[in-house]
Each structure stands twice: as C-alpha cells, then as structure tokens.
C-alpha cells in the first residue's frame, strides 16, 4: 500500500472514491494489512474490528454508488478505548474492564457512524485515561512511530500513534489535562480539544467531570474540522452539553490573518520551556506574522496558580472511582491507583479554593481575549518523554502548558511546528474563546497551508 | 526550618489516616510531589483578600446564538 494512500486526507479520500480512483473497501483491506504488519510493534490497537470495518465499507460503498455525499463517507477511523461501543469490548486501558462489552454507543461513536465512517477498532488508552501501562500490565502502552524508545504522549496515546503510521483518517481523543493535545504533539500530528459542553461525552468513561474534553484528532486541521463537523452539538445524554448552534468549521479554513491578533501570555508557558521548543515557537510566531496577524504579548496574572488544577482532578477522579479502587485495588496499575488515591487527600476547602482559583484564570483569560482573537504557545515544554523517564515511579504528574486550557474550557488545538534535533515532533498550541473553534481551526489551518512539518512521516510507516 | 506551605511526609499519612487510603511506601514520595504542587497556590491564597471571588465556572454553555 502507498503511503499517499495511508496518509491521503478525508477530502482527498473523498474525491477519489466519488471519481471511483479508490474504495472504501479497498482502502479498508489496505489498512488493516497495515495495521497487521506495523501495530505488533506499535501497539496502538487494542481491539481491531475488521469484519466490522469491511461490513461498514461495503455500506459505504452502496452509498457512494447512490450519489451520497456525506464528506465522511467510506473514511476509516477507530475510537479512543474510553469511548463505548455497542458490542466491541471498551476496556478504558484497564484491568478492571479488560473484557467489558458495553451495550451502548458513545454519542460520539453514533454520529460518527451516522455520518459514514468505517469503524477499524478500539485505540489503546492510558488506564482510565490517567495512567501509563508500566511492564506487567495487562495491556502494552503504544510506542511512539517517531522514536519506539519514547512514548507517544497520552493519554490518547494509540490515537496519536496511529495517525502518525497512517493506519485511520481520523480518530477520537480526550483531554482533561491535555490528553488529545500531548499524543498530536508527540506524534506530529493535529488534536483540537473543542470548548467544554461543544462535543458530547456521554458514553465516555470519567475522569474528571469538569474538566473532561471530547474531540477530534487527525493529521491536518482541515481533517480536524471535517471530523468536529460531524460530532459537536447538543446531546440532552451530557448534562454539561450546549444548545449552542453548530457552526460552519471548515468554509473558515479558506481566511488569511490579516486582522487576526495572536497573544502570546510569556508568564508560566515558558518556565522550564528547551531551547529548540522555543525556538520552533517563535518561527511560528514568524510564520504567523508573515500572514498578516499581529502579534504581541498578554498577561494572565493568576496562571502562575495553574497547577492547583489537579486538586481538582484528583478530587473528581477519586469520587468516579472509590468504591472500584477501594474493593479492586488490585486491578489498578502502579502508579494510577496511587494517583487516584490521593484525591483522598483533598480536603474539601482544597478543591473548593482550587475552583476558585480557577474562576479567577477563567475570568483573566476571558479578558485577555478581548485583546485578542487567540492565545498562542508551546503545546509542551519539551519532546516526547523516553519511556525509562516516564517509568520512574517516583515521576509525579510533569508541568502542563495544556491543563490551563481544561481549567478555562476554551477551545485549543495542537499543530506541530517543527522537529527537536534528536528528530521528535514539537507543537503549537492555539486556544480561542468559548465556540470560536472556526477561529482557532482557521489560524491553524492557515499556519499548515505555508509550513511542511506536518507532511512529514515517522521512521516506522516507511 | 520548612515552609509552613511545603506537604510533610507527617502530614500526608495523617491525611491518609483520616482519608481511610493506604498508599504504598514506595510511592510516598510521589504522591507527596504531587499533592504538594497542587497545593502551592491554594495554600498561597489568603481567601479573606478575595471575598467576591466565587468557585463557579462559567464555560458560557448557553450563550445565545
């Protein structure tokens, strides 16, 4: 199979299947003898369905053959193992639900399916989206396509590992603290985490009830916009979904940048930043202005306090996950249990203040982006973590340039912007106001259009 | 002398005790990291400097069309 083939776009997909160049069938045969051949050293699947996948191709093509033109139509995708599928086993990464086949889909999953999509399987997840599998766990962590010997980021790991070998189109994520954003920073490819309540996580496992994220992940932003279209809305199953409409992501994704004005807040994003993340950030900032945006520097005085955000995930952790972990400790990884654990540890004040806390960035972020149209930064401080680091049991939860983002529920995508030396992606992270994702894909989209990073493939898929 | 701000170890088992959780000794030191940095600002903040400031998150689910 070409590579143009793997790592064709959902446009490009589309376009040949309706000139009839191409199959869903064929390219879903194409994709799983990939997955076959890469994934026992990827490990980023941890259910294939392929019988499942070539009955939804088939569909697929009927539809085709009858003039549907839905853009998602015949465009493989799988689906973080956190996201519930009818008669697929979900196993959230964990022990504790290894072989649980849930008898309904996420919401996520249903109009992904509604739309056309080919289900190849379930990605693999750090445990309970919070942990990374250390050796002896029941499941393998996926490895990173651009360096086996790192991680690929989580805890959307197998989604960022596959799209970065080219087995799927597009793939779903979640992010509490950044988990669809690290894995496409790692994995050089593209993650939006939308605005809190734009995209359903009904049918999704918990991890922290206000601070958890649906949203799409894809090699390109115009991939990204596609696979939003076809999830965000209103879903009355998520009671912190919105009745805002849904608006037009992709006819945006054609604007220039003159008179879009990117701030830059210095404080807290650049602490303990490598030099060559800041250096790939500030030619960004260059590529930005070279396409008419202004550029300038904004304060947000409390993100200093931005680490107080895992209180509050600790906290919401714990409650979802108490009685389990106290009558099956044993069924939790090392490391996750003890994290989970110590949200016991949260006194009530503690949260209580860690929220306000958190308003109180809400409210100074929301101010800063009256100044301006988006908030630009480094995705993370540094390139992915080796494994032999990440296994260091006395690690405990590395500074995020991403939770901000959770805490304040603005929607914030990550686009790679360039290569650290020892040839590991590095990102840009762009985050909007509340719904503005339209403005946030199009600066994104605008930034791909003149750059190459994101055209470039891991050692692995050669 | 330590920092009043600063998580003891004592302090974390007596956490622990009245949590009712067990956590494995080898894994104190992690925990206590984590805890301890997430507990940096609030145990800065003086909530009597910030009376109006209100726990509530707007994410502006409803905002009108």
Not at chain 1, 91 to 96: R, V, Y
Not at chain 2, 15 to 41: F, H
Request: net charge neutral.
């Amino acid at each position: 199979m070409s590579d143009e083939i793997a790592y064709a776009t959902i446009r490009g997909l589309g376009a040949r299947y309706r000139k009839r160049e191409l199959s869903p069938v064929e390219v879903t045969r194409a994709l799983l003898a990939r997955i076959e051949k890469l994934d026992p050293t990827l490990h980023a699947f941890v259910t294939l369905t392929a019988d499942r996948a070539l009955a939804d191709a088939r569909a697929a093509e009927e539809a085709l053959r009858r003039g549907d033109a839905r853009p998602l139509l015949g465009i493989p995708v799988a689906h973080k193992d956190i996201y519930l599928t009818r008669g697929i086993r979900t196993t959230g990464g964990s022990a504790l639900l290894a072989d649980w086949i849930p008898e309904e889909d996420a919401t996520c999953v249903r109009r992904w399916q509604e739309a056309g999509t080919v289900l190849l399987g379930k990605l693999i997840t750090h445990e309970f989206a919070f942990g990374i599998q250390f050796p002896g766990h029941r499941f393998q962590p996926a490895r990173n396509p651009w360096n086996l010997e790192h991680i690929p980021g989580g805890s959307s790991s197998g989604s960022g590992a596959a799209l970065a070998t080219g087995l799927v189109a597009g793939a779903t994520g979640s992010d509490t603290g950044g988990s669809i954003r690290g894995p496409a920073a790692f994995c050089g490819i593209v993650g939006l985490k939308p605005t809190y309540g734009r995209v359903s996580r009904a049918g999704v496992l918990t991890l922290s009830w206000t601070l958890d994220h649906t949203g799409p992940m894809a090699r390109t932003v115009e991939d990204c916009a596609y696979l939003l279209q076809a999830m965000a809305g209103h879903d009355p199953a998520d009671p912190a979904s919105s009745q805002a409409p849904v608006g037009d992501y992709l006819t945006p994704l054609r604007r220039d940048l003159r008179g879009v004005r990117i701030g830059v807040p210095r404080a807290y994003f650049f602490e303990g930043v490598d030099g060559e993340v800041t250096d790939a950030f500030e030619a960004a900032l260059g590529t930005l202005r070279g396409l008419g945006a202004e550029v300038r520097d904004v304060e947000i005085p409390s993100m200093h306090a931005a680490p107080s955000f895992l209180l509050i995930l600790m906290a919401e952790a714990f409650a979802y996950h108490e009685r389990d972990i106290r009558e099956h400790p044993e069924l939790y990884g090392d490391v996750l249990r003890e994290r989970i654990l110590a949200g016991a540890l949260v006194t009530a004040a503690e949260y209580t203040q860690a929220q306000r806390i958190r308003a109180r960035i809400c409210h100074e972020t929301a101010d800063a982006l009256t100044t301006v149209d988006v908030l630009a930064t480094p995705t993370t401080p540094k390139p992915a973590t080796p494994f032999k680091v990440a296994y260091d049991p006395e690690l405990a939860f590395p500074r995020s340039n991403m939770a901000p983002f959770n805490l304040t529920g603005l929607p914030t995508l990550a686009l790679p912007c360039g290569f650290s030396s020892s040839g590991l992606p590095l990102s840009l992270q762009l985050s909007g106001r509340a719904f503005e994702e339209a403005t946030v894909l199009g600066v994104g989209h605008a930034f791909e259009q003149v750059t190459s990073w994101h055209t470039r493939r891991p050692p692995l898929a050669h | 002398m330590s920092d009043p701000r600063e998580l003891t170890i004592e302090e974390l088992r007596a956490r622990m005790r009245a949590a009712g959780v067990t956590i494995t000794e080898n894994r104190l030191a992690m925990v206590r990291k984590l805890l301890g940095d997430a507990l940096v600002a609030v145990r800065a903040l003086d909530s009597r400097d910030v009376k109006t400031l209100e726990p509530a998150v707007r994410f502006a689910p409803e905002r009108p069309a």
